[in-house]
């Protein structure tokens, strides 16, 4: 766990402070996945800690709770009396190939469309099965790729260690932060709220980024997230819009560019996730951005980091766990018969609460110095931080021990729910929300 906290604190640029960790167990996996959740957890309240420090001249404390850590990772919604939709389309997941695994994700239909025009209309997970083991696994990736499709060959950390993708990714820094331009922007924060009065655009979609936009919600930040006209995410909606307005736009449509280009003038903070060059396709490239929004404090993620072959290719956590060795060597440690991924999308969640505070610590910077700025991310690189950390031993965890904890009744628009307790306390300082989960495109394209 120290090893992983200071990794990241020197990453941020944030003091190596211990942080209290209360509570027992682990979720059970190769990789120490309960200590990143706390580690990553952990360093965006530090992050929140020292903004305090910076206003008010005392750091507060703080601790991270290691069931409800490990819980969030999953899931933080209890629903009472309706269930959440399932999290993969039908035919999504990890198939053998004629000489290893393969892992096709087709939650999204143009993903799916991608890989049935390679391997041809598919109504159930046996017929792709059938059809996914006549190719050997690098000839189908590349062809579902190329098809603009999601696909990942299973490799061993090993493996990873020697293709181009995995050398460019060792190269790069767990955060990347950039300088901006002068900033005017000020805002009237707070003890208990420590974001209110900030606006966060979020493009982000499906898990990391949405994670996020929660967390900066949680302290008082006014989140709007913007999604394309037809985009649905019916598996973790309902977890990751907590606390935000939730509107739709067509960035290839004039008028919804204009107001787009409104929305983006007036942010304090821009979250996205699309592939390195995909705004820059759309006309909203970064020198754009920052003439549009000086001062502008720009946070990005992608799959496979920012430099490399892979550097423009479409992945999700899934994919990045089989391509980096996460899913072989899991399979290694249970003496499974196939992939064996991460019990949760750690990846996800972590890269989510390090955009965080890497967000926070560039407002800090811009209280200090004027000036706006820049980070990106990638899962690629998180999931390097995990592999290289020595797993822990400690009692096992299961999503379903944390009834216990669900304290929070949520009206959504599905029905009730519980929300778990969040698992980190700032003194002084609460995450909480004051808007509950809702549906994609349920608010308008403007700022409240």
């Not at 729910?417 to 300082?429: F, S």
């Amino acid at each position: 766990m120290t090893d992983l906290l200071t990794s990241i604190q020197a990453a941020l640029g944030l003091p190596s402070t211990p942080i209290p960790f209360t509570g027992e167990g682990a979720l059970p996996s190769a990789f120490a996945v309960t200590d990143l959740a706390c580690a990553s957890i952990a360093a965006a309240g530090q992050a929140v800690g020292e903004l305090l420090r910076q206003q008010t001249g005392q750091p507060p404390d703080m601790a991270v709770d290691r069931r409800l850590a490990s819980f969030w990772f999953a899931t933080s919604l209890r629903p009472i009396g309706w269930e959440v939709p399932p999290l993969w389309d039908p035919v999504a997941g990890d198939y053998a190939t004629k000489d290893g695994w393969i892992r096709l994700h087709t939650n999204a239909p143009h993903h799916r469309a991608a890989a049935e025009s390679v391997l041809g209309a598919c109504a159930d997970r046996a017929a792709m099965a059938a059809k996914v083991v006549q190719w050997a696994s690098t000839d189908l990736e590349q062809a579902v790729v190329e098809a603009n499709g999601c696909a990942a060959e299973m490799r061993s950390w090993a493996q990873w260690q020697k293709h181009p993708q995995g050398l460019a990714v060792n190269a790069e820094p767990l955060v990347h932060f950039g300088d901006g331009e002068e900033s005017h922007k000020t805002w009237k924060g707070s003890v208990e709220q420590p974001l209110a009065g900030l606006k966060v655009l979020d493009l982000t979609r499906v898990l990391a980024g949405p994670t996020a936009s929660r967390f900066l919600a949680g302290l008082g930040a006014n989140v709007l997230r913007i999604d394309p006209p037809t985009w649905n995410e019916p598996g973790v909606v309902p977890e990751v819009t907590l606390g935000k307005r939730c509107a739709r736009l067509d960035l290839h449509q004039a008028a919804d560019r204009a107001v787009f280009e409104s929305l983006l003038k007036d942010a304090d903070i821009l979250l996205h996730g699309y592939r390195a060059d995909a705004l820059e396709h759309l006309g909203f490239g970064a020198e754009h951005r920052r003439q549009l929004a000086p001062g502008l404090i720009d946070v990005c993620l992608n799959a496979y980091g920012w430099s490399g072959p892979w550097q423009n290719r479409r992945g999700f956590d899934s994919l990045v766990q089989m391509s980096s060795g996460i899913a072989e060597a899991g399979q290694h440690w249970k003496q499974a018969d196939k992939p064996t991924p991460l019990p949760v999308q750690a990846l996800d969640h972590a890269t989510g609460y390090l955009m965080a505070a890497s967000a926070i610590r560039l407002l800090a910077e811009r209280l200090r110095s004027g000036r706006g700025g820049s980070a990106r991310l990638s899962l690629a690189r998180t999931a390097k931080l995990l592999i290289e950390q020595e797993p822990g031993t400690n009692e096992v965890l299961r999503p379903e021990d944390a009834k216990d904890r669900s304290l929070q009744m949520e009206q959504t628009p599905w029905g009730l729910a519980h929300r778990l307790q969040a698992p980190l306390k700032i003194c002084g300082t609460p995450l909480q929300w004051a808007l509950p989960a809702t549906e994609l495109g349920s608010h308008q394209p403007r700022w409240i």
